[in-house]
């Protein structure tokens, strides 16, 4: 069983959870709006992932916009982003799918066959 984090009302979710549903995957479902990640998950996941931290923003999101994220990004630490994102759920990318040993940022069919 995977964990499938999510923002409900994300329509790129929604569709997420369809292809979950239709693909027999079994997950535990977490509201990023209502359980924000924590400094120590995200600092796991991040190992985890393998990615760029900067691949855990939400770009498209209000919150990094009104807050002109992109402009602090380039001049923060490691500490100092995952800090950030812990602040505020809607500032994380979604859907994340954590695995024993894989994290999915985002939904990406193509790569979600392969792994799930």
Known sequence: MVKFICYPKCTTC????????????????????????SLKELEHWYKLSGQPLKKFYNTSGLLYKSMAIKDKLPSMSDEEMLKLLASDGMLVKRPLVIGDDFVLIGFKEAEWKCLL
Not at 15 to 24: C, E, G, R, T, V
């Open 14 to 37: 929604q569709k997420a959870k369809k292809w979950l549903d239709d693909n027999s995957v079994e997950y535990e479902l977490r509201d990023i709006k209502l359980d924000n990640p």
